[in-house]
């Protein structure tokens, strides 16, 4: 066996034990876990939204997902408030704001303070440049509990970051971080990993980890909007490394585990060969890794909504979240068509004896090559 299918093992096996240490999102998958385990592949209604409360944001990353649209100045979206009522009467528990940047929305804060009067937890995903002492001071009498700020920053050489995410994007983060802190207000941080910065895991480790961050997030740049002119990354011995390193190293900044993009189902192969996995295990294990429409949904801005934020194309769109019932968004054929392309129906994958594969990404299939039931460009079954 090669070093690197040896390497992967072991930082696979550090993080077995860290995959519900990230709330709430590991509470979720015990709760659709539970679901799974007696007969129902979805949930009845949603309990998490990703909502992208604006496609609009101040800095312009080369990788953005979401090919946000440059705007510096503040945004009205009196949309807002009645979207974010319409969430609390579903029944939603969590809510991930993000956009484009979340804070250059006005009505951002009194969204954040009617969640936190109904015990719904949020996080606001954001670049770090709205990240105020002013803002921070709008939550000051609010659940601490109930709110995560999440900053992105990627690497701690404020040349290099700039020219990822934008001028003035290191200053900003690194801004909001301090502000946190005398705040005395939580964060997490999250790095997407490309070519020109991987050898940097390290230094942004240490470098959070002295700004109190409670944890550290990484994932591999996708091939998802601006980033599909962005050079995949490929898992070398180097980036393994430096992840064991980190994860035998830790401190009190959690460090989570890689998000691997596409580039880790190489290893699968070899990982899981001696899997005791069942069929019912496989399948088990596919559903849980894609909660999309089976307990999440994506609300873009204008209240449209989709199964994730991957998946922002009209063959799954669900209905509006201002127009339509809860009801006929949750079940609507979209998402029903979507629902029934699992592991025991999915081409190559309902065959494949390699267990503890999670069949991939639909959204980033769809986005390559609009086919959600294709394999991953990857995956040893994929035929062109």
């Known amino acids: ?10 930082y696979n096996k550090l993080c077995e034990n860290t995959k519900l240490e990230y709330q709430p999102d590991g509470f979720l998958v015990l709760i659709h876990e539970h679901y799974i385990d007696n007969g129902k592949e979805r ?4 309990l998490y939204v990703t909502w992208d409360i604006t496609n609009y944001c101040n800095l312009h990353c080369v990788f953005c997902s979401a090919s946000a649209l440059g705007n510096k100045n503040k945004i009205d979206n009196p949309d807002c408030i009645k979207i974010a009522k319409k969430l609390i009467n579903i029944g939603i528990k969590y809510i991930s704001i993000r956009g484009g940047e979340p804070t250059l929305v006005n009505q951002l804060s009194e969204c954040v303070k009617l969640f936190n009067k109904n015990g719904i937890f949020v996080e606001i995903v954001s670049n770090g440049t709205g990240i105020t002492e ?16 999440k900053i992105s920053l990627d690497s701690t050489d404020r040349e290099l970051n700039d020219k990822l995410r934008g ?13 946190c802190n005398k705040m005395n207000w939580s964060f997490r941080t999250q790095m997407v990993i490309t070519n020109k ?37 490929s898992i070398d011995d180097k980036l393994l490394e430096d992840l064991i390193y980190i994860k035998e190293h830790e401190k009190n900044t959690i460090f989570e585990k890689l998000g691997m993009g596409i580039d880790g189902y190489r290893f699968y192969s070899d990982l899981y060969k001696d899997s005791n996995f ?9 559903l849980l890794k894609c909660n999309c429409g ?50 025991k129906t999915k081409n190559g994958c309902k065959d494949c ?10 959204g980033i299939s769809y986005g390559i090559y609009k086919d959600i039931t294709k394999s991953l460009p990857n995956c040893r079954l994929y035929d062109e």
């Open 134 to 149: 002013e803002l921070l001071d709008n939550f000051k009498n609010l659940n601490k509990n109930l709110i995560r700020i």
């Open 1 to 10: 066996m090669n070093k690197t299918n040896e390497l992967f093992k072991k």
């Open 197 to 233: 910065n991987k050898d940097g895991i390290k230094d942004m480790y240490n470098f959070v980890s002295s700004k109190n961050a409670t944890s550290f997030g990484t994932m591999l740049v996708l091939p998802m909007g601006r980033g599909k002119k962005t050079e995949l990354v």
């Open 278 to 286: 069942t069929d019912e295990d496989s399948y088990k294990f596919s």
């Open 294 to 343: 089976k307990t999440r949904i994506n609300i873009d801005s204008n209240g449209d909504v989709y199964p994730c934020d991957m998946m922002k194309y009209k063959e799954f769109y669900m209905g509006n979240i201002l127009k339509d019932d809860i009801s006929k968004i949750w079940n609507s054929e979209n998402v029903s068509k979507f629902n029934k392309i699992t592991r």
């Open 43 to 46: 949930l009845p209604y949603p």
């Open 353 to 362: 004896n390699i267990k503890g594969c999670n069949t991939g990404c639909f």
């Open 167 to 179: 001028k003035g994007s290191y200053d900003g983060a690194t801004s909001a971080m301090d502000i």
